[in-house]
């Protein structure tokens, strides 16, 4: 059988749709899997671009097939990445494989709240214009011309004080690390 014009893939499509379910439904052993299969099947009939088909049945058939294998493989990746993850997510190893505790030990959380505390006191005893036009632009976000506004002061001013409590804290963090 030859179809060179689209409406006889299309008609073949409605003379055999019975017959498609079937193997759909064959296939994936699920009715709503089968018809969600068939309807697509239907998109891509019509979609296909023209052209002669030598087995307008044959065709369809294996269009039919290559769609469940390809939502086959599909669910497979799927289960793999999902699988991936919440081995990840659980720190599940393999067997053999020694898990690694992804969570910092009480030395680097002690550490670290030592840190925040040396930052929170070197904020806390910057000079008075310092700490305000640090705090409103890096803790609230304001921009410079923000700050300016609020603080009733220049652009060039709320920079100025930016560069004293950086210079500041820097230097506070340096102690820190040398103590």
Same mark, same amino acid.
């Given at each position: 059988?030859?179809?060179?014009?689209?409406?006889?893939?299309?008609?073949?499509?409605?003379?055999?749709?019975?017959?498609?379910?079937?193997?759909?439904?064959?296939? /994936?052993?699920?009715?709503?899997?089968?018809?969600?299969?068939? +309807?697509?099947?239907?998109?891509?009939?019509?979609?296909?671009?023209?052209?002669?088909?030598?087995?307008?049945?044959?065709?369809? @058939?294996?269009?039919?097939?290559?769609?469940?294998?390809?939502?086959?493989?599909?669910? +497979?990746?799927?289960?793999?990445?999902?699988?991936?993850?919440?081995?990840?997510?659980?720190?599940?190893?393999?067997?053999? !494989?020694?898990? !690694?505790?992804?969570?910092?030990?009480?030395?680097?959380?002690?550490?670290?709240?030592?840190?925040?505390? /040396?930052? /929170?006191?070197? !904020?806390?005893?910057?000079?008075?214009?310092?700490?305000?036009? @640090?705090?409103?632009?890096?803790?609230?976000?304001?921009?410079?011309?923000?700050?300016? /506004?609020?603080?009733? !002061?220049?652009?060039?001013?709320?920079?100025?004080?930016?560069?004293?409590?950086?210079?500041?804290?820097?230097?506070?963090?340096?102690?820190?690390?040398?103590?």
């Amino acid at each position: 059988m030859s179809l060179g014009e689209k409406d006889g893939v299309e008609a073949l499509y409605g003379l055999h749709q019975a017959e498609l379910r079937r193997l759909l439904l064959a296939r /994936t052993g699920d009715p709503a899997e089968a018809e969600d299969l068939l +309807q697509e099947l239907w998109l891509r009939v019509r979609q296909r671009p023209s052209g002669p088909v030598a087995n307008g049945r044959a065709y369809l @058939f294996r269009m039919a097939q290559n769609m469940v294998v390809d939502r086959l493989r599909e669910r +497979q990746r799927r289960m793999a990445r999902d699988r991936r993850w919440a081995d990840h997510a659980t720190d599940f190893a393999q067997p053999g !494989i020694e898990p !690694i505790d992804q969570h910092d030990n009480a030395e680097q959380r002690m550490i670290a709240r030592e840190e925040v505390a /040396t930052l /929170t006191s070197a !904020i806390a005893n910057l000079p008075d214009g310092a700490r305000r036009a @640090f705090e409103l632009h890096k803790l609230e976000g304001l921009s410079h011309a923000e700050v300016a /506004t609020r603080l009733g !002061i220049s652009k060039s001013g709320v920079e100025k004080h930016m560069a004293v409590a950086m210079k500041y804290l820097r230097r506070a963090l340096l102690d820190w690390g040398k103590g």
